[in-house]
């Protein structure tokens, strides 16, 4: 009797499928069962609105499964996170940085494009994604309670309470960037929220730009009041500019605050920063904690952990790779 035929090297290696869309890119790579992330391309979205970003995503998937395929490896599972709402039970999703995806049908166009009932498609928030991915392979490993503070283009927090990520009644808890932190309110506040209007990347730009065009006197770096970036603003602090020090020290300030209100709600081990911002303003970290320290409370405040990620700019990556692992092989 002839013995079975040994499919593994014929299957190839299983890997899964990990996209990070955030408001302006999107990464792509697929992630082995130990954690490395391979073959990871970044494409600037530029001015694609919703339709437009929905087919460069189903691009990009197919490009990795023929990859995949070219490298011999079999892409088991795919995670995706995105900037805002992933409806777990639909797999819909609600992201106001991208025009048009008021109620996206994300889970159901990538279940399309792979046209393969056996490879599962996981859909979540980027701040899950990122907490998830610090506990798999980052700075929240062996944590039971961390938050993980995601400042980039707007403000989120992965919230992990006693093992698990929370979610809330309708899949929008985190979404600290509508934190109420200052008065009186401002009608500018509908948009993104207090929190975020002044200490996200956009935030940041946006308040630097008003200052500046405020100031007569002022002929520094950031007196264009168009295009601004938030890595321009760190650029002009880095020189003494007294306008980047005025915004950055504000945004210490709600940055601080934030961290009290999330130490004195949640009692985590570590709050871990990352996104865009953090980056350069890891720099902060210190002067942060201390702001923290005025308000909240006290025992909490000195038990916790301010932390830079361990994952830089790919938490959110690794976090859609640990869920799309655990979708596709549970034992992960």
């Known amino acids: 009797m002839m013995a079975g035929r040994d499919n593994s090297k014929k299957d190839g290696e299983p890997v899964v499928a990990a996209l990070d869309l955030g408001g302006t890119k999107l990464a792509v790579a697929w992630l082995t ?3 490395q992330v391979e073959e990871k391309q ?9 339709p437009a970003v929905g087919r460069c995503i189903r ?5 990795l499964r023929r990859l995949a395929r070219q490298r011999h490896k079999r892409i088991v599972a795919l995670g995706i996170c995105v900037p805002g709402i992933a409806y777990a039970s639909s797999g819909r999703v609600w992201a106001p940085n991208i025009r048009g995806w008021e109620d996206y049908p994300l889970r159901e166009e990538l279940e399309k494009a792979l046209a393969d009932p056996a490879v599962p498609v ?12 610090e506990v798999w392979r980052g700075a929240a490993q062996r944590c039971r309670n961390a938050i993980f503070m995601a400042v980039g283009t707007g403000i989120g927090a992965g919230i992990l309470v006693d093992g698990r990520v929370l979610r809330g009644a309708h899949d929008s808890a985190g979404a600290i960037g509508w934190w109420a932190l200052s008065q009186p309110f401002d009608p500018a506040y509908v948009a993104c929220g207090d929190f975020e209007s002044h200490a996200s990347g956009a935030g940041l730009a946006q308040s630097a730009a008003r ?3 405020s100031l007569p006197d002022y002929r520094g770096p950031l007196k264009r009041r168009r295009g601004l970036t938030a890595h321009e603003v760190f650029a002009a602090y880095a020189t003494g500019d007294a306008v980047a020090a005025q915004v950055l020290y504000t945004a210490v300030a709600y940055w601080g605050a934030a961290c009290a209100n999330l130490v004195s ?18 720099q902060f970290l210190r ?4 702001e923290a320290k005025k308000w909240a409370q006290p025992r909490a405040i000195q038990q916790v952990k301010f932390e830079a990620s361990r994952l830089g700019g790919d938490a959110a990556l690794y976090g859609a790779g640990y869920l799309a ?3 596709g092989q549970p034992d992960v």
């Open 287 to 290: 002067a942060i904690q201390g």
């Open 122 to 133: 996981v859909v979540d928030s980027d701040r899950a994604a990122c907490i998830w991915g």
């Open 211 to 213: 200052l500046a065009a």
């Open 325 to 327: 692992w655990r979708a």
């Open 265 to 282: 709600l949640f009692n985590p081990e570590k709050i871990i920063f990352g996104g865009g911002i953090f980056g350069p303003a890891t």
């Open 33 to 35: 069962k130990t954690g």
């Open 42 to 50: 970044v494409v600037p979205l530029g001015r694609r609105d919703g």
């Open 59 to 63: 691009r990009e998937v197919s490009r």
